[in-house]
């Protein structure tokens, strides 16, 4: 699978319509953006189960301000609609596919108030969260 251009008009539903999606926050100009670009396109083709998207922070500044994006490349990662991955870098291969693992490891959890299923971060302690 090749990667996913995401904007304001998609994001929302492809996150709630897929249940893992990572999204890479990078430019043109970026020099690790471009470093980062063809392990990010590697990893899709290996993990077809697996939405891979990319937002231009240029063409879409203010989904990147909205997301709170100071630093590019930044990755997300979402599971059932959850954000339980944010680190800014650009990741090595290895990296990566480690972050892809720790993320299709997380248990669903159902929020008893609401009924909806959500990741839970307390089985894959290993996966760095920041918010």
Same mark, same amino acid.
């Given at each position: 699978?090749?990667?996913?251009t995401? #904007?304001?008009a998609?994001?929302?539903?492809?996150?709630?319509?897929?249940?893992i999606?990572?999204?890479?926050?990078w430019?043109?100009?970026?020099g690790?953006?471009?470093?980062?670009?063809? %392990?990010?396109?590697?990893a899709?083709?290996a993990?077809?189960d697996?939405v891979f998207?990319?937002?231009?922070?240029?063409?879409?500044?203010a989904?990147?301000?909205?997301?709170?994006? @100071?630093?590019? $490349?930044?990755?997300?990662a979402?599971?059932?609609?959850?954000?339980?991955?944010?680190? $800014?870098g650009?990741?090595?291969?290895?990296?990566l596919?480690? %972050?892809v693992?720790a %993320?299709r490891?997380?248990e669903?959890?159902?929020?008893?108030?609401? #009924?909806r299923?959500t990741?839970s971060?307390? @089985?894959?302690?290993? @996966?760095p969260?920041s918010a």
């Open positions: 699978m090749t990667t996913t995401l #904007g304001a998609n994001i929302e539903r492809t996150i709630a319509e897929n249940d999606v990572l999204v890479d926050f430019a043109a100009w970026c690790p953006c471009r470093q980062f670009a063809p %392990v990010y396109e590697q899709s083709a993990n077809p697996v998207g990319k937002v231009d922070t240029e063409a879409e500044a989904l990147a301000g909205a997301a709170q994006i @100071t630093s590019i $490349p930044t990755l997300m979402f599971k059932s609609g959850q954000l339980v991955f944010s680190q $800014p650009a990741l090595p291969g290895p990296a596919a480690q %972050v693992e %993320v490891a997380l669903p959890d159902q929020d008893e108030q609401t #009924g299923t990741a971060t307390t @089985t894959a302690s290993t @996966t969260r």
